[in-house]
């Protein structure tokens, strides 16, 4: 505890000094700590200024049910923060998959709080364990992005506790070194002033030593100091810092509420800056392609896969992503990747014969330009001024087709002006459209022509919801000529986020439906991918609905018609319909797969690497058949958890309702076998084993899920939850004993009356099996009083 900080210097520690660091007191000797974003990477304080290592987005991390990987992600993530200068990575992000058109359900885990809690954890000690601070958010009930800088969440208290609250209490017990506070408010308080959370919970009955800082402008008012908040961000000041002073001369705030927040963010600087620099010597590369491969499912397989590269001639590559995938999802956990691996390319090194068509477009604004199309980095120059005149107070490079910053780009200067420009060279011949997107009057240039021009009026997501409506052109360009492309920014006066997006993206031929399904007819295989992208699935915003943008269901019936042996693969972050899944002779869900998405699509599809990835979220039939589909997105500011306790999968069991495929499901290229289910005390809880074994002819690895069922359950209270799984690999033949324990805590439930958790005595059902509807064993224990 420091005891020679003034007020005014306690106070000053509470809030940002921009987007990215603290303030700091250059004559107390304490320094800015700089914080980036996640969870899939780290971005640094720029959005486009550099390159990132980018891993598979917080879905596909949970679908690999596998711990020790995620740890590895989460020392990697450290090594990258450390690289970007930033001691706090804000993730992972625990909030659970409530409805599946949930706009950030792909950074998201799971619709399941234990599943949720034990991979959140090592990915936690990952990062900390290298020296950077874990953010974890957003506490809580950031469940959906329609109105969720305002939504009211009417949630009991039972609910609470045994599924929102589950995967943060998991964090504070490991020892996660930051919480941030979500927009929304609970029961009518905002949450990053919400007493009885931030500090009766948190502080109180978890005893987190740790600093709370509230999500980015989501601070409401001087007093949440008092109420458990330690930090504002972003700055300056909006609520916190400098004004705490006032409020304490007022009465409004104790002088104690600044001194210990301010310890709070003294606390996290130390911990930050007492790494000792040590990196986790793993390759960006291997690790990412690792857990690319480890979270990719097999859905559906009628044999046709893995596929033999010596017994093909012709492999037709189709859809929209074949070429790129889309790697992340939008928003705040956006980074510029170090590179993308193609499915494409990636197959066509299988040497067999490929045919590529994209069957048409992916819809929506355009995507930036990256290294693909830009041979070298753009150009950034700023002027305090509004008309572009020299000399430049700034300049600085970007390696995608954006300037963007957190705050005017010049300190004090209000009306200002920026010049993005580089070269450009297509890829492929043909109708390329551009768009143009700014908070600001802006223009584009192609080798000195007007393409495009904007005013500053109209409001939209493109920017991530600080510009204007997207404005587009077309254009024909031939593969490999080189052109100057420049965008201009003038800006009249300061906006929180300012910036200029150039997108450019080539456009499908005319027939380019027709020419797939002639590609699919004439080949011995199809590999039609198609999905999502970050325009689609992002922060901001939530998807209208579950079907595939566009054409795209049309284009998976009909390649599937045109030829059978049809693997289709869904590059989405969360669920989409598949009212054709059955017709599909192989169907592999690849998520938002990080930069070597392509390597590891291949990987899995020759049959390098066996499928083990597992569902952590349910799949529902239809958007009307998901549990908060009544309840959702609620109204008059406020939303009802009505569905209580029967979130994802014990939904559709307890209502019986068929899922397309079910929480825990995937398939392998191997197959195994359960047996000999024992059950045994184990101090207060309970420890069981079983034999698991490969009875294929492949390696792979086997995911044994264990579900505990209160045979008297009431109405409103799940059959099954969750409450162990190991993740195991096997050779051909091999047995392996699998040994888990299931605490008191397994077979609780959250006393509203005691304020407890509770063990009703009575019989529970052990269920044992490779996914929530794929019981291999069973077992009776009763619990004791």
């Given at each position: 505890m420091r005891t020679d900080l003034t007020l005014p210097e306690q106070a000053a520690l509470t809030a940002g000094r921009d987007f990215w660091h603290t303030v700091p007191l250059d004559t107390a000797g304490v320094p800015s700590l700089r914080v980036t974003d996640g969870p899939a990477g780290a971005r640094g304080d720029r959005w486009a200024a550099a390159t990132s290592a980018c891993v598979p987005c917080g879905t596909a991390l949970a679908a690999t049910w596998d711990?020790?990987?995620?740890?590895?992600?989460?020392?990697?993530?450290?090594?990258?923060?450390?690289?970007?200068?930033?001691?706090?990575?804000?993730?992972?992000?625990?909030?659970?998959?409530?409805?599946?058109?949930?706009?950030?359900?792909?950074?998201?885990?799971?619709?399941?709080?234990?599943?949720?809690?034990?991979?959140?954890?090592?990915?936690?000690?990952?990062?900390?364990?290298?020296?950077?601070?874990?953010?974890?958010?957003?506490?809580?009930?950031?469940?959906?992005?329609?109105?969720?800088?305002?939504?009211?969440?009417?949630?009991?208290?039972?609910?609470?506790?045994?599924?929102?609250?589950?995967?943060?209490?998991?964090?504070?017990?490991?020892?996660?070194?930051?919480?941030?506070?979500?927009?929304?408010?609970?029961?009518?308080?905002?949450?990053?002033?919400?007493?009885?959370?931030?500090?009766?919970?948190?502080?109180?009955?978890?005893?987190?030593?740790g600093l709370v800082m509230s999500d980015w402008f989501a601070t409401h008012s001087t007093t949440a100091v008092a109420n458990g908040l330690d930090l504002e961000m972003p700055g300056p000041a909006r609520c916190l810092g400098p004004y705490l002073v006032d409020a304490v001369s007022r009465g409004d705030?104790?002088?104690?509420?600044?001194?210990?927040?301010?310890?709070?963010?003294?606390?996290?600087?130390?911990?930050?800056?007492?790494?000792?620099?040590?990196?986790?010597?793993?390759?960006?590369?291997?690790?990412?392609?690792?857990?690319?491969?480890?979270?990719?499912?097999?859905?559906?397989?009628?044999?046709?896969?893995?596929?033999?590269?010596?017994?093909?001639?012709?492999?037709?590559?189709?859809?929209?992503?074949?070429?790129?995938?889309?790697?992340?999802?939008?928003?705040?956990?956006?980074?510029?990747?170090?590179?993308?691996?193609?499915?494409?390319?990636?197959?066509?090194?299988?040497?067999?014969?490929?045919?590529?068509?994209?069957?048409?477009?992916?819809?929506?604004?355009?995507?930036?330009?990256?290294?693909?199309?830009?041979?070298?980095?753009?150009?950034?120059?700023?002027?305090?001024?509004?008309?572009?005149?020299?000399?430049?107070?700034?300049?600085?490079?970007?390696?995608?087709s954006m300037a963007r910053w957190?705050?005017?780009?010049?300190?004090?200067?209000?009306?200002?002006?920026?010049?993005?420009?580089?070269?450009?060279?297509?890829?492929?011949?043909?109708?390329?459209?551009?768009?143009?997107?700014?908070?600001?009057?802006?223009?584009?240039?192609?080798?000195?022509?007007?393409l495009l021009e904007q005013d500053d009026s109209g409001s939209t997501e493109t920017l991530f919801s600080r510009g204007t409506h997207e404005v587009t052109t077309t254009l024909d360009l031939t593969a490999g000529t080189r052109h100057q492309l420049v965008a201009e920014l003038r800006m009249a006066e300061a906006v929180v986020q300012p910036g200029v997006r150039i997108g450019a993206r080539p456009?499908?031929?005319?027939?380019?439906?027709?020419?797939?399904?002639?590609?699919?007819?004439?080949?011995?295989?199809?590999?039609?991918?198609?999905?999502?992208?970050?325009?689609?699935?992002?922060?901001?915003?939530d998807?209208?609905?579950?079907?595939?943008?566009?054409?795209?269901?049309?284009?998976?019936?009909?390649?599937?018609?045109?030829?059978?042996?049809?693997?289709?693969?869904?590059?989405?972050?969360?669920?989409?319909?598949?009212?054709?899944?059955?017709?599909?002779?192989?169907?592999?869900?690849?998520?938002?797969?990080?930069?070597?998405?392509?390597?590891?699509?291949?990987?899995?599809?020759?049959?390098?690497?066996?499928?083990?990835?597992?569902?952590?979220?349910?799949?529902?039939?239809?958007?009307?058949?998901?549990?908060?589909?009544?309840?959702?997105?609620?109204e008059n500011g406020v939303v009802r958890y009505g569905e209580k306790l029967l979130v994802g999968y014990r939904h559709y069991d307890k209502r019986d309702v068929a899922p397309r495929f079910c929480f825990g499901h995937g398939l392998s290229y191997t197959s195994f076998t359960y047996a000999d289910l024992r059950l045994e005390p184990r101090g207060d809880g309970l420890r069981l084993s079983l034999e698991v074994t490969n009875t294929g002819e492949r390696a792979g690895a086997e995911v044994v899920q264990v579900y505990v069922r209160d045979v008297e359950a009431a109405e409103d209270e799940p059959d099954k939850q969750l409450r162990q799984f190991e993740r195991i690999e096997l050779a051909p033949g091999e047995t392996q004993t699998v040994t888990l324990d299931l605490p008191r805590r397994a077979f609780a439930y959250w006393d509203v009356a005691q304020h407890t958790w509770a063990v009703k005595p009575g019989e529970r059902e052990i269920l044992v099996g490779a996914s929530s509807r794929d019981i291999r064993l069973r077992g009776t224990w009763n619990t004791p009083n």
């Open positions: 711990r020790a990987l995620v740890r590895r992600v989460g020392r990697l993530l450290a090594d990258e923060s450390r690289a970007k200068g930033a001691g706090v990575l804000l993730a992972p992000t625990v909030n659970l998959h409530r409805h599946p058109t949930t706009g950030r359900h792909f950074e998201c885990m799971s619709e399941d709080p234990y599943l949720t809690a034990e991979l959140a954890v090592p990915y936690i000690e990952g990062l900390q364990e290298r020296g950077v601070g874990a953010t974890v958010k957003h506490f809580v009930c950031n469940d959906q992005e329609h109105e969720r800088h305002t939504i009211s969440v009417d949630v009991d208290e039972r609910t609470l506790r045994e599924l929102y609250l589950v995967p943060f209490e998991a964090a504070v017990n490991a020892g996660a070194w930051a919480i941030m506070g979500a927009y929304n408010r609970l029961d009518g308080t905002y949450c990053c002033e919400h007493r009885q959370l931030l500090v009766e919970l948190l502080r109180d009955e978890w005893g987190f030593d705030v104790a002088a104690a509420d600044v001194q210990r927040a301010a310890e709070r963010v003294l606390q996290l600087i130390g911990r930050a800056n007492s790494a000792d620099g040590t990196v986790s010597g793993e390759s960006a590369s291997e690790v990412a392609r690792t857990a690319a491969a480890e979270a990719m499912v097999l859905l559906r397989n009628n044999g046709l896969l893995p596929l033999d590269a010596k017994g093909l001639k012709r492999i037709a590559v189709l859809g929209p992503l074949a070429d790129r995938l889309a790697v992340q999802g939008g928003g705040s956990a956006e980074v510029s990747p170090s590179y993308v691996s193609s499915p494409l390319e990636a197959i066509r090194k299988r040497g067999v014969e490929v045919v590529h068509e994209p069957g048409g477009g992916l819809e929506g604004p355009t995507p930036l330009l990256d290294n693909r199309c830009l041979p070298n980095v753009m150009q950034v120059d700023v002027f305090d001024n509004p008309d572009l005149a020299d000399p430049p107070v700034l300049s600085e490079t970007v390696v995608r957190g705050g005017a780009p010049l300190a004090g200067v209000n009306a200002y002006s920026a010049r993005m420009y580089g070269e450009f060279v297509p890829d492929r011949t043909a109708t390329w459209r551009f768009g143009l997107a700014s908070p600001g009057r802006a223009r584009l240039l192609l080798d000195g022509r007007v456009l499908p031929p005319p027939d380019a439906h027709e020419r797939a399904v002639r590609a699919a007819a004439s080949a011995d295989v199809a590999v039609l991918v198609v999905g999502y992208d970050g325009n689609w699935e992002s922060e901001g915003r998807r209208a609905d579950l079907g595939l943008p566009g054409d795209q269901d049309a284009l998976v019936h009909a390649v599937v018609a045109a030829n059978p042996r049809c693997i289709v693969v869904v590059n989405a972050g969360a669920p989409v319909t598949m009212d054709w899944a059955d017709a599909a002779a192989a169907v592999l869900q690849v998520w938002f797969p990080g930069m070597e998405g392509g390597n590891a699509l291949a990987d899995i599809v020759f049959g390098d690497v066996n499928p083990s990835g597992r569902l952590p979220t349910t799949f529902p039939r239809r958007l009307e058949d998901s549990p908060a589909f009544p309840h959702y997105p609620g």
